[in-house]
């Protein structure tokens, strides 16, 4: 049987800070429909992962590639295949929420952005707050509204860092649901998470970080 | 054996589970602590107080003496400027004393009066932003959670704004009318009236902070920064013979004026001081804190010399005050999207205009100095303040990584189409400035206009790169090799901090400085264009030659992998 060629390839990935490894030889294909957890505890380096893989930081030693093409996080092309809400996200103070997903939405070119832009905001439930400015948003609407970034624009591969942070119960099932269906539609996924429901739900394989072997278990 | 155990048999269990059965485990019961049944002794804050000093001087690890004897340089350094000021106005007061000119008479009333006014705005601009009256995160958690008085409490925090309020604009006009050449108790009045003026402003505010409402201090910060630019204005405007210069006689009547104002604001801040420590049992926590968390932010970004750092905390600050907007629908696709929401940006934020349009009264009061030599450079300084709110979308595109690599673009495309708009206004900047190139405010036909067309272009183009350098600052890394200095070892990037903008708008200006060809200028644009919208970005350069070895090694390493082992006979 024909493997799927992977829409992500980490090989030998390598990571440390100072004289702390944080990750060694760490290697991880995920293809199209697919979508990976990294568990873990505190610490144990997922967020790390994920910084690398989005190329925040750059890993010492290892190759990572997106669709075969090697990460750089200002390569446009990797832009735009790669949608991330890890902890770096930031939101220019003069936007309201619904110019933010109208401005991703208009410099990836979708068309009728307007109507994507308005689907986005009900489902992620900030049309109350649409007018707002992101300084006084909750933590839990800024959420939503990283998360929101990330749905409102084209993409192949998700990268999530613990989506379920500040999410409240509905959210938490809200999102679950979702990335069920970004799994199902042939989207890549790999997301660090802590909530077992959520991990439970949508992850194809699970990748428990931490531990020097990776205990790799099919979900 | 472990294999049995692991996978038991779907038949009988072994007899001896049988025989004891599992005994599920017993959990220890729990304790609960629960304060006891009395009434809670009065407790006083300066005790509280005395508690957090005992903690805090527990943890010092050196004495005040061994840091005064650590920071033997600044003490010096305070002593020899202290020294050169006293000497320079002495001397200024027996130089200027001779200058019995119109000009010199103007000056002498004006520019301190211009001080005072601008010491006011600030004082206001700082004591509505910060509190007055703070706490600090510690104090907010702690001290105002217990059963203390707050008035009593907060009386003390209202007397540093107002000591500070007292002392620093008192010295700065003090200082000003010294250099000016006034006579003695001339000083001493404005002094005071400065001093007194401050301090009753901080009462006002603390007074109003109370009350939760603003639109008094606004509007006399607003009164007294305009009145400030327009006295400095009537400065230039008399030195230029634009305007008939003042009477000697003038300062006479003003000191009068003056100390009626100084007695005035002793009155009224008195008043205002009353009623501020009357209301301050009223002052919600959330607003003491939030002004404590303002300023321990600030302060943390001073130590790194960060000023985009100090900006993007007060622009933060203000969004959080403003809440919400009417959204606007965006236009175009791809970069031009981008460059629509900096338009629009122009619509929301009208009041960026003001400082623009202080900015070009710049070149003109240059001019007018009689310093048209001089006129890219200054001007230019001024522009790239001015031009700093403008590149607010790209400062936050190039802040953190986040937001840039959610859009589908090249750096260098990003930061183009976020300097798109402000360099529109820049352009429109020069195109005003020209006459002030050209020497209509001065003596006139300082250049042709072909020339005042090319400086002014130049000047805008320095202003706009100067900014972009100023809002693409990256933090100082604490961790790159430093330099040793006398205060211990120092980031560069500390120092260059302190630079940046400036740096680019003295190399720009330098060939029409110092009267070389102007393209030399042209071509200098170009290089720092090209090198600040990221093309040569060091780091993505690393990045790729990086990426480019690791893959090469890779193949490398497949290919030997991979290798046909030679036939065998």
Redesign the interface.
């Known amino acids: 049987m024909a493997r799927r060629t992977p829409v992500l390839k980490v090989t030998a990935l390598k990571k440390a800070f100072g004289p702390v490894v944080i990750i060694d030889g760490f290697n991880l294909d995920v293809a199209a429909g697919e979508a990976v957890a990294l568990t873990g505890r505190n610490g144990a380096g997922k967020s790390t992962v994920l910084r690398c893989l989005v190329g925040a930081d750059r890993p010492d030693s290892g190759t990572i590639q997106v669709e075969g093409l090697a990460v750089s996080e200002t390569n446009p092309q990797i832009r735009r295949d790669v949608a991330a809400v890890i902890d770096d996200l930031d939101f220019f103070p003069d936007l309201s929420v619904v110019e933010h997903l109208d401005l991703l939405a208009r410099a990836h070119g979708v068309p009728d952005p307007d109507h994507a832009v308005d689907e986005i905001l009900h489902e992620v439930q900030l049309v109350a707050q649409s007018g707002q400015l992101p300084p006084t948003l909750s933590s839990g609407e800024r959420r939503r509204l990283a998360l929101a970034t990330a749905f409102v624009r084209p993409r192949k591969l998700l990268i999530l860092d613990e989506p379920e942070q500040r999410l409240d119960v509905e959210g938490v099932a809200w999102l679950a649901e979702r990335l069920v269906a970004e799994r199902n539609r042939g989207l890549a996924i790999v997301m660090a998470s802590h909530e077992p429901e959520l991990v439970e739900k949508v992850a194809t394989r699970v990748i428990r970080l931490g531990d020097r072997a990776q205990v790799e278990a099919e979900a | 054996m472990a294999k049995k155990t692991r996978k038991p048999a779907g038949g009988q269990p072994p007899a001896a589970a049988a025989i004891a059965p599992a005994v599920p485990p017993v959990a220890a019961p729990r304790e609960f602590f629960f304060l006891p049944d009395a009434e809670p002794e009065p407790v006083e804050a300066e005790e509280l107080h005395e508690l957090m000093k005992l903690w805090r001087h527990g943890r010092a690890t050196r004495s005040l003496g061994q840091a005064i004897s650590d920071g033997y340089v600044t003490v010096f350094t305070i002593l020899m400027l202290g020294a050169m000021i006293i000497s320079a106005v002495l001397s200024a007061q027996q130089g200027m004393a001779d200058c019995t000119t119109g000009t010199c008479a103007s000056s002498r009333l004006l520019l301190p009066t211009a001080v005072l006014l601008g010491c006011w705005a600030i004082t206001l601009g700082l004591a509505r932003l910060f509190g007055p009256v703070l706490v600090s995160a510690a104090e907010g958690s702690w001290l105002l959670d217990a059963p203390v008085d707050r008035r009593r409490l907060l009386s003390r925090r209202l007397v540093v704004p107002l000591v500070s309020a007292f002392v620093l604009p008192g010295l700065a006009t003090g200082l000003v009318a010294g250099l000016t050449g006034m006579d003695w108790p001339a000083v001493g009045i404005w002094t005071l009236a400065a001093a007194a003026g401050s301090s009753a402003l901080v009462a006002l505010a603390a007074a109003q902070q109370a009350g939760e409402r603003t639109w008094l201090t606004t509007l006399l910060k607003n009164l007294a920064g305009a009145a400030a630019l327009a006295v400095i204005g009537l400065v230039v405007a008399v030195a230029a013979d634009k305007v008939p210069a003042i009477a000697l006689s003038g300062i006479d009547a003003a000191r009068w004026v003056f100390l009626g104002v100084a007695v005035a604001a002793l009155a009224s801040g008195s008043f205002w001081l009353v009623l501020a420590v009357r209301r301050l049992d009223q002052l919600r926590r959330a607003r003491l804190a939030s002004g404590g968390a303002l300023v321990s932010g600030m302060q943390g970004a001073m130590f790194a010399l960060d000023f985009g750092l100090i900006r993007d905390i007060l622009?933060?600050?203000?969004?959080?005050a403003?809440?919400?907007?009417?959204?606007?629908?965006?236009?175009?696709?791809?970069?031009s999207?981008?460059v629509w929401?900096d338009v629009?940006?122009l619509r929301?934020?009208p009041k960026m205009f003001i400082g623009l349009a202080v900015s070009l009264f710049v070149p003109y009061a240059v001019d007018a100095l009689r310093l048209s030599q001089l006129n890219p450079l200054i001007s230019g300084l001024a522009l790239v303040a001015a031009l700093v709110p403008f590149l607010?979308?790209l400062r936050?595109l190039s802040?953190?990584?986040?937001?840039a690599?959610?859009?589908?673009?090249?750096?260098s495309?990003l930061r183009t189409a976020s300097m798109a708009v402000p360099a529109g206004v820049a352009l429109l900047w020069a195109l005003a400035a020209v006459p002030a190139f050209v020497g209509v405010a001065g003596s006139g036909a300082d250049r042709s206009l072909s020339d005042a067309v090319i400086a002014a272009l130049v000047t805008g183009a320095a202003g706009l790169l100067g900014g972009v350098r100023w809002v693409t600052a990256k933090k100082v890394d604490f961790g790159a090799p430093m330099v040793a200095t006398q205060n211990g070892a120092v980031p560069p990037a500390l120092i260059f901090n302190l630079l940046r903008g400036i740096d680019m708008v003295a190399l720009i200006c330098a060939p029409l400085i110092l009267g070389w060809s102007a393209y030399l200028s042209a071509v200098l644009i170009v290089v720092a264009f090209v090198g600040l919208r990221g093309s040569f970005?060091a780091e993505?350069l690393r990045?790729?030659a990086?990426?480019?070895q690791?893959?090469l090694d890779?193949a490398k390493a497949e290919r030997t992998k991979t290798k046909i082992p030679p036939p065998r006979r």
């Open positions: 622009v933060e600050r203000r969004a959080a403003i809440g919400h907007v009417r959204p606007t629908r965006g236009r175009g696709l791809g970069l999207a981008l929401r629009e940006r929301r934020n607010g979308g936050v802040r953190t990584g986040g937001l690599r959610g859009l589908p673009f090249k750096t495309s970005n993505d990045a790729e990086a990426a480019a690791r893959d890779s």
